[in-house]
């Protein structure tokens, strides 16, 4: 199932006439992109997980800890920080 589900995603994001190769969808994890030939359910889970992980400490770390300082009336500088909402929620 998971084969076949890779497949659908990957005919529907194929352009028309070619050159299939500038639409992917790739998922971020704690240690960086990773290119398989081919991806397991196993590795998606794994990515699930590390991305989880990162959800739950880039809010913990940037977000609450900002509005912490905020709520105090320290100064800060804001720190702009990647929200991996989207991936968690298509993989969900």
Same mark, same amino acid.
């Given at each position: 199932? @998971?084969?076949?589900?890779?497949?659908? /995603?990957?005919?529907?994001? =194929?352009?028309?006439?070619?050159? %299939?190769?500038? #639409?992917? /969808? %790739?998922?971020?994890?704690?240690?960086?992109?990773? %290119?398989?030939?081919? #991806? %397991?359910? =196993?590795?998606?889970?794994?990515?699930?997980?590390?991305?989880?992980?990162?959800?739950? @400490?880039?809010?913990?770390?940037? $977000?609450?800890?900002?509005?912490? *300082?905020?709520?105090? $009336?320290?100064?800060?500088?804001? /720190?702009? *920080?990647?929200?991996?909402?989207?991936?968690?929620?298509?993989? =969900?």
């Amino acid at each position: 199932i @998971f084969k076949w589900l890779v497949k659908n /995603i990957n005919d529907s994001l =194929e352009k028309k006439g070619g050159a %299939s190769d500038t #639409n992917f /969808i %790739s998922v971020l994890d704690i240690f960086g992109f990773e %290119s398989f030939e081919c #991806n %397991s359910f =196993e590795q998606l889970c794994i990515n699930y997980c590390n991305e989880k992980l990162q959800q739950h @400490f880039n809010n913990h770390i940037f $977000g609450m800890e900002q509005d912490l *300082y905020m709520k105090e $009336g320290l100064k800060l500088e804001y /720190i702009e *920080y990647t929200n991996n909402n989207n991936v968690v929620k298509a993989i =969900e």
